[in-house]
């Protein structure tokens, strides 16, 4: 089984960017998308957006559209999370997750990192 682990969280201003990694060990990544999450306390993980490992087209959540942008190389098991114009409510635990078919349910989630954002 594929396993992710996320990096590149920490503490950033206001109107600031952060790039987040999600990297996969285990075995080649195989897995039709890669997904990111986000948990903020007392929430359910929502989705950010996610990329189809193969021809590399992202998608992202309306509600993220804009400041968000997803690409991978798939060289280097890794996809990236870049994040901009950061606001205090993006604070929150960002997660990777693979989707194993087109249909299928996200998984194999990494432990998260860390992102707070600073009025």
């Known amino acids: 089984q594929v396993q992710l682990a996320e990096s590149g969280g920490g503490l950033v201003q206001a109107g600031g960017s952060l790039r987040l990694s999600c990297t996969a060990s285990?075995?080649?990544?195989?897995?039709?998308?890669l997904g990111w999450f986000r948990r903020t306390p007392g929430k359910a993980r929502a989705f950010i957006g996610a990329i189809n490992w193969n021809d590399g087209k992202p998608y992202y959540a309306d509600s993220m559209k804009g400041r968000v942008t997803i690409d991978r190389d798939h060289a280097k098991n890794t996809a990236y999370l870049q994040l901009n114009s950061l606001k205090p409510e993006d604070t929150a635990v960002y997660y990777c997750g693979a989707q194993p078919v087109a249909w299928g349910d996200f998984g194999s989630w990494g432990p998260g990192t860390q992102v707070i954002v600073s009025a």
């Open positions: 285990g075995r080649t990544f195989s897995s039709y998308a």
